[in-house]
C-alpha cells in the first residue's frame, strides 16, 4: 500500500499512495525546530491529561498547534520561535507519539484526544484560539470546530483532508476504507523492527525534501508506541468529516502542498483538495509549490507569510 520509490511518486496513482505513507511516517522539524524556546518565555499549563500535554511559549492572542501523525510537538518549534513575539502558543503533544506514554491499548484515538483538548480549552479559559494542524492534526483541529465551534476562533489545516481515504479515489468511503484501515493498522503493529526501520525510511523520502529531515521523521516514528500508531492510522483512515462541512460556521484555512519534482503535480493537488472542500462555505484552498507535506519546513519563509495572514484575517 505504501510506495518505497521515489521515482514512482511522479506517477499519479502512485502519489496517492506515497502521500497515504503519510500515517506511517513521524514528521519532525528542521534544525531550527530543535532549539530549546527561550526559557523567559516558557509557561507550563496547568493542565493534566493521558491524552496530551501542552507546552505554552509567548503572550498575546492564544494560538494553539497541533502535530501530525507520529509526531512530536518539536514540528511546531520553529514557527513557535517566530510567532512567540506576537502570541501566546500552545505546542500541543498526544500521547503515543514520538516517546510520549500511552496507556490506551488499541484505542480510540482521535475523538478522546479532541475532546481533551477541547477541555483544555475551556479550563485554560482561552478565547476563540486559532488552531492550526498538520496532517492528522489539520483533522483533529477540524473535528473540533465541528463538535465545539463556540470554543475555536478559526482553523487551519496544513495539508490535511477531511477525509483521509479520500487518497484511494473519489469513490472511497469509510466503510471500503475500512480493510485498508485495518492492513495498515496491522503492520505497524505486526513488522519486526528492522524492516519496519527500512519502511519509514522509504516513505520518508515522498514527504520531504531535506534528508536530514527525512531522518528525524524515521527516529520519531521508532519513538512512538505502535499501539497508539495503530489505533491512530485505524481511526484517521475511517474518519469522514466531510458531512458535517456544510454547516460549519468556523472560518477555515487549507495550504496544501504541490511538488514538480517527486510530489504532488499541481493539477492533481488542485483537483484533490477542491474535490474533498467542496462542501465547506469560504474555505481558503492555498496551493503551496515547491513543498511535500512538510509545507513547514519545505516552504518555511511561505509558510510564515500565510500563518500570519491566517492570524490577521
Same mark, same amino acid.
Given at each position: ?7 514512482a511518486c511522479r506517477?499519479?496513482?502512485?502519489? =496517492?499512495?506515497?502521500?497515504?505513507g503519510v500515517f ?36 498575546? %492572542? ?25 502570541? &501566546? ?55 473540533? @470546530? ?16 477531511? =477525509? ?12 471500503? @476504507? ?13 513488522? %519486526?523492527?528492522?524492516? =519496519? ?32 500508531? @495503530?489505533?491512530?492510522? &485505524? ?15 468556523? %472560518? ?9 519534482d517527486g510530489g504532488?503535480?499541481?493539477?492533481? @493537488? ?44
Open positions: 500500500m505504501f510506495s518505497r520509490a521515489l521515482p506517477r499519479p496513482r502512485a502519489w =496517492f499512495a506515497v502521500v497515504v506511517v511516517a513521524c514528521f519532525v522539524a528542521n534544525d531550527q525546530a530543535r532549539a530549546e524556546p527561550a526559557a523567559a518565555l516558557v509557561q507550563t499549563a496547568p493542565f493534566v491529561s493521558d491524552r496530551l500535554s501542552v507546552e505554552v511559549v509567548g503572550q498575546g %492572542p492564544d494560538v494553539i498547534l497541533i502535530p501530525g501523525f507520529g509526531c512530536s510537538r518539536e514540528v511546531w518549534r520553529a514557527e513557535a520561535e517566530r510567532l512567540k513575539a506576537t502570541h &501566546r502558543v500552545h505546542l500541543v503533544q498526544l500521547a503515543g507519539f514520538a516517546g510520549e506514554p500511552w496507556v490506551h491499548g488499541d484505542g480510540p484515538f482521535v475523538r478522546p484526544a479532541v475532546d481533551e483538548l477541547a477541555r483544555y480549552v475551556r479550563e485554560q479559559g482561552l478565547e476563540r484560539p486559532a488552531v492550526a494542524g498538520h496532517s492528522m492534526g489539520g483533522l483533529s483541529a477540524l473535528m473540533l @470546530a465541528q463538535l465545539e465551534p463556540s470554543l475555536v476562533g478559526k482553523v487551519m489545516t496544513v495539508d490535511s483532508l477531511p =477525509f483521509f481515504s479520500a487518497l484511494f479515489g473519489p469513490q472511497a468511503t469509510a466503510e471500503t @476504507a475500512r480493510p485498508f484501515a485495518e492492513q495498515a493498522a496491522a503492520g505497524i503493529l505486526n513488522t %519486526p523492527d528492522e524492516a =519496519f526501520r527500512n519502511g519509514q525510511t522509504a516513505t520518508a523520502a515522498g514527504l520531504a525534501r531535506d534528508p536530514v529531515i527525512r531522518q528525524k521523521m524515521v527516529e520519531w516514528t521508532l519513538a512512538g508506541d505502535r499501539r497508539a500508531m @495503530a489505533a491512530a492510522i &485505524r481511526e484517521v483512515m475511517t474518519t469522514d468529516l466531510r458531512p458535517g462541512l456544510a454547516a460549519m460556521t468556523v %472560518p477555515v484555512w487549507a495550504p496544501y502542498a504541490s511538488d514538480a504532488a503535480p499541481a493539477a492533481m @493537488a488542485d483537483g484533490l483538495w477542491g474535490r474533498e472542500y467542496a462542501g465547506l462555505p469560504g474555505v481558503r484552498l492555498i496551493r503551496v509549490d515547491g513543498s511535500r507535506h512538510f509545507i513547514m519546513q519545505d516552504q518555511a519563509a511561505r509558510f510564515g507569510e500565510l500563518m500570519d495572514q491566517f492570524l490577521a484575517d
